[in-house]
Every structure is written in C-alpha cells, then in structure tokens.
C-alpha cells in the first residue's frame, strides 16, 4: 500500500513537472526561437520595443528572453540599445560545418581501408561526459549493439571517449569524472583512479580499448582526432567480437589500418582548428 501510494504520488509529480514545464519553457523557447529568426532577417539592429511590437509578443517577455540571449551571446546590442544576432550564432553555425564536413570525410575515408572492411566503424564527438556517434558503418557480426547516428553513452566506457578524453588535462578531465555512472559489465571502470590508469596507458601506446565495458563479447580500439593544440573533439573505433580480439594479428592489423585512416581524416581536424 505504501509503495503504491509513493508511486502515485512520484507519479503525480512528474504529471505536474511536465504541465509546468508545457505552460512555460516550451513557450519561451518558441519565442526565442520567433526573435531569432527574426532577427535574422533584419538588415540592420532593431530595439526590443520594436521586436515586441512587430512579433505581437509582450514586452517584458522580448525584453527578458533578449537579455538571456545578450548573457549568452546569442544576440548583441549596440550603443543604441538595438538588437542583433551575436557571434554564439557564428560559432554554432562553424561547428555544424565542422561536424558535416568531418562525417562527409569520415564515409569517404573509410573506403580507402578494405582491411577494416569485417569491422563496425564509428566516428563520436564528446558532449560533456557522453560520447555521440556522428557517423557509423556496421558490420554483420553479432556485437550485440547496433550503432547509430545521435546515439551516446558514458564516454569513460567507450573506446573513442577514453581515446578523447585522454588528450585532456587532469584540471579538463577532473568536472567530467565528478559522478561515475554504474557500469555497464563487469568490466566497467568505478573509480576515478581506475580511469586515470586508463589515461595514463592510452597516452603510452596511443588508443584505448574498450575490453567489453559497454557490452559483453565486444571489444572496441579506439584512437583519438586531436587538433594541432593536442586535444581532441572526435575519435574513431572498430568494434568486434571479443574471440576475434584473442588473436593478437588480428589486432595489430586492425590497429594499423585505423591509425592510417586517422591520417587521413588529420589534415581536416588542422584546417578546423587554424
């Protein structure tokens, strides 16, 4: 009786957070977005008076939802106290055309590598402490997980984000490992000096493996993209069976291809970073 009245009333709650939240921050959001897009198509600064009165949209609301843009930098103000788009909009944009152009190279690169042929392939980004898969081609082999694009996990169980997050310093890594997610298998790391070993391996020889920490019988290498600064925004793996990962050949061939195919995506990370 009591579980089922703690359920209903957590239930109750969640009820209540989603009306508040559909009677508020959607609204906003869709304001933000009205003012942007607007803003957007002027072509030159206007004042929070004037998006208020030509949007039909309050004026404390333009004015409060201008001025969390103005913190952030979505959007700037000039002498005047008129309104334009700010530079955050640029950097948005450039890395939506980093992403694009790193994938389209990613897919053609790959082709160039028959040996990785057998082999599901990915290419993540780190979001905080997640790894995202931007690009992926899998394999017919039964791995048990079958990648997909905007896909992520805890990055300190997957082979590219301990590939990434090996480039980073010890004053970068340390917000990332603050919470431990409960590990996937057996395998998974628990503690932070479990993945500062992890770090301090992938470093010497230059990949990391992920010896079936986000699932069983898969083992993943992984190696890291960094810019010419040394710290990396995307990495690169081939996953496969765990038995396949036993025969060291099999490895050392796999590795070799990916750390080819890591040359040749390099020259796009160096023209992003510049």
Not at 109 to 118: C, D, H, S, W
């Amino acid at each position: 009786m009591i579980i089922t009245t703690t359920r209903k009333k957590s239930q109750q709650f969640v009820n209540k957070m989603e009306k508040e939240n559909k009677n508020s921050l959607v609204p906003a959001l869709q304001k933000a977005i009205q003012i942007l897009n607007f803003l957007s198509e002027q072509t030159q600064p206007i004042s929070a008076a004037e998006v208020s009165k030509l949007l039909n949209l309050p004026r404390s609301s333009v004015h409060n939802l201008l001025h969390t843009m103005l913190d952030n930098g979505v959007v700037q103000k000039n002498e005047n106290q008129q309104f334009m788009l700010g530079t955050k909009i640029l950097q948005w944009a450039n890395a939506l055309v980093a992403e694009q152009d790193m994938i389209s190279k990613f897919y053609q690169a790959i082709k160039q590598f028959p040996e990785l042929e057998p082999y599901t392939l990915t290419l993540s980004t780190l979001n905080q402490d997640q790894v995202i898969y931007l690009a992926c081609k899998n394999s017919s082999l039964p791995l048990g997980i079958t990648f997909k694009i905007g896909m992520h996990f805890p990055a300190i169980f997957t082979a590219t984000g301990k590939a990434i997050l090996s480039t980073f310093t010890d004053a970068q890594l340390a917000p990332l490992l603050e919470n431990l997610p409960a590990p996937f298998t057996d395998t998974g790391v628990t503690s932070i000096e479990q993945i500062q070993q992890e770090m301090s391996q992938i470093r010497k020889q230059g990949y990391a493996i992920d010896n079936g920490q986000l699932r069983k019988g898969m083992y993943c290498y992984g190696i890291a993209l960094p810019n010419k600064f040394g710290t990396a925004k995307f990495g690169l793996a081939a996953s496969l069976l765990e038995y396949e990962a036993q025969d060291q050949a099999v490895v050392d061939q796999l590795l070799t291809a990916l750390k080819q195919l890591t040359e040749e995506l390099k020259p796009t990370i160096f023209t992003q970073s510049n």
